[in-house]
């Protein structure tokens, strides 16, 4: 978590910056790290902060975004999807149970 009595906080424009370039000599757009702020990479989220209205992170917490990238104990979230037949069972289920509660 940022702590900014000890961090210096820095726009996402200023940390697209920091950040080294990548395909073709391009700096990481400004949209990507507020992806990574948001939703995050791999299960890691950007440390971020809101001032007024600007969002904010700071060079330590990309540091820590970074390290936690690399070591390779990140956990992926998998969803489990239904086939069509489980689907059709569920939805049968749910709406047997709808008319049973009266709707």
């Given at each position: 978590?940022?702590d900014?009595?000890f961090?210096?906080?820095?726009?996402l424009?200023?940390?697209?910056r920091?950040?080294?370039?990548?395909?073709?000599?391009?700096?990481?757009?400004?949209?990507?790290?507020?992806?990574?702020?948001?939703?995050?990479?791999?299960?890691?989220?950007?440390e971020s902060?809101?001032?007024g209205?600007?969002r904010?992170?700071?060079?330590?917490?990309?540091?820590?975004?970074?390290?936690?990238l690399?070591e390779?104990?990140?956990?992926?979230?998998?969803?489990?999807t239904?086939?069509?037949?489980?689907?059709?069972?569920?939805?049968?289920?749910?709406?047997?149970?709808?008319?049973?509660?009266?709707y």
């Amino acid at each position: 978590m940022i702590d900014p009595k000890f961090e210096k906080l820095i726009t996402l424009k200023q940390a697209t910056r920091m950040i080294p370039k990548r395909r073709r000599g391009k700096r990481v757009h400004i949209s990507c790290l507020y992806r990574w702020t948001l939703n995050g990479v791999r299960g890691v989220i950007l440390e971020s902060l809101q001032v007024g209205g600007t969002r904010c992170t700071s060079r330590e917490a990309l540091h820590r975004f970074f390290e936690r990238l690399s070591e390779g104990t990140v956990t992926i979230q998998h969803f489990h999807t239904r086939t069509p037949s489980q689907r059709a069972r569920d939805d049968e289920r749910a709406r047997q149970e709808l008319i049973k509660a009266g709707y």
